[in-house]
């Protein structure tokens, strides 16, 4: 999340005081948070956090760098031969682009607040990386495995389901946020149990999968598993998004 802003005066923190400032400020995750972005990459976001806060940085130049990481992935992905190293490499940058992600809006808290202009730069990157990460899966399948064009449908089926469960989830909130009522990040209430019963539905988990790109059946496999379950999520929300605006539009609650 970015939420750019300027510092708020005064002595800018070390490292370790904006870590553990950050760390001390944090008052659980989302319902819908899972494993990996809440226990892993929240963390490694706060650390490049409390980095960038030391060298001035904005939470825009966070971001910035977020994207430099995330496309030299994807294109590695969809130009590089298919073997293990470009498969370690993009897994590598897209694990630390996702980090910057995460990097940019707690970089912000320690500035003070963010802007509206920096919110929407975050969703706009995040929005363009879904789509485009999986046309690239796509695009990398297709000259490592020629002859299997159907395979082809697993990228692209995951590409839809991503984008659409994004531009969901967008929409939920930002209609439960006109009509006064609380979305799942604001209310809270995740837990450790739920957060790992989610891992599958983790873009980290994506992100990690890539270390299989080198053998393109074994990445399949993984692959197609986490697409098969983007797909059953996407389902089951739309449902519960659907039931939500409906008590919404009746009473104003959800």
């Not at 904005?58 to 590695?76: D, Y």
């Not at 009522?181 to 539905?201: E, F, I």
């Amino acid at each position: 999340m970015t939420r750019d802003g300027a510092p708020g005066g005064g002595t800018v923190l070390s490292i370790v005081d904006s870590y553990r400032a950050l760390a001390a400020a944090q008052k659980g995750h989302a319902r819908g948070a899972p494993a990996y972005s809440v226990y892993v990459n929240r963390r490694m976001g706060r650390f490049f956090a409390a980095v960038a806060h030391r060298l001035g940085l904005t939470p825009n130049q966070a971001s910035a760098i977020s994207a430099v990481h995330t496309f030299l992935a994807i294109g590695l992905i969809a130009a590089a031969p298919v073997e293990a190293w470009t498969g370690f490499v993009a897994a590598a940058l897209l694990a630390l682009g996702y980090a910057w992600d995460s990097a940019d809006g707690q970089l912000a808290r320690l500035r003070g607040g963010g802007t509206v202009q920096g919110e929407w730069l975050d969703h706009f990157i995040d929005a363009l990386k879904l789509s485009s990460l999986h046309l690239a899966v796509l695009v990398g399948l297709y000259r490592a495995i020629p002859d299997q064009p159907v395979l082809l449908l697993i990228p692209l089926v995951f590409s839809i389901a991503s984008s659409t469960g994004f531009a969901g989830m967008l929409l939920n909130d930002l209609l439960k946020s006109t009509r006064g009522v609380a979305s799942t990040h604001q209310r809270g209430g995740g837990t450790l149990g739920r957060s790992v019963l989610l891992l599958p539905t983790d873009f980290g988990l994506v992100c990690l999968v890539f270390v299989f790109w080198g053998w393109p059946p074994l990445f399949l496999v993984f692959y197609g598993l986490l697409a098969l379950v983007a797909v059953l999520f996407l389902a089951a929300a739309a449902v519960k998004w659907s039931r939500e605006m409906r008590a919404i539009g009746t009473d104003g609650s959800s």
